[in-house]
């Protein structure tokens, strides 16, 4: 079996579980994941490893190979809140055998690649031949009447057809108004741009 044990970002009142010189399992009770017969866990550590031999690719490494045992690591929830990844975390490794246990550190780290400029995307084909907005005009009450009558009915006014800008101006603010319902904070600090060319 094996046992493993927080680094640097342990609780302070596990002190007396040494630094990496001791793999940080100075002493038993440090140990917060692991497969040994008492079966280490922790409910604040960032990450739990076991075993993994069943897995395609663990076949394929380990095989003619006697000393090989992979692992699988997964992040915990307190691992998954942390803030410090990009900075990095350590944990120490310790076999459990008869004798001195042997061990090793790893640490686990995120880093992050620039992807480069950003390009700007546009003009929308489907939005060809654009039109600039639609400005409406407010429409006039009809004057009050008694009753109508069959001869002065109100006759139905065509509206222009709506410009392609309204459609832009349209998605924009419903983004914008998508933004404010699922989170508001975020519409205080965006902007929403549209350049049209």
Avoid: M
């Amino acid at each position: 079996g094996f046992y493993v044990c927080p680094g640097s970002h342990r609780p302070r009142w596990a002190r007396s579980c040494g630094g990496p010189e001791a793999y940080y399992c100075a002493s038993w009770g440090c140990e917060t994941t692991g497969r040994a017969a008492w079966k280490p866990t922790s409910s604040w550590d960032y990450i739990t490893v076991s075993n993994n031999l069943s897995s395609p690719q663990a076949t394929k490494a380990c095989k003619n190979n006697g000393w090989c045992n992979p692992l699988v690591l997964r992040f915990t929830g307190p691992g998954k809140k942390a803030t410090s990844w990009t900075t990095g975390y350590e944990w120490g490794l310790r076999l459990y055998i008869s004798g001195h246990d042997p061990g090793l550190t790893f640490g686990i780290r995120l880093r992050v690649t620039d992807l480069g400029p950003r390009v700007p995307i546009g003009p929308n084909p489907v939005l060809s031949d654009q039109r600039p907005p639609s400005w409406s005009v407010p429409a006039r009450p009809p004057p009050p009447s008694a009753s109508p009558s069959p001869g002065n009915l109100p006759t139905p006014t065509l509206l222009p057809q709506e410009g392609t800008g309204n459609r832009l101006l349209n998605l924009v603010q419903g983004a914008y108004l998508t933004l404010n319902v699922t989170d508001p904070t975020k519409t205080q600090e965006c902007w929403l741009c549209l350049v049209s060319e």
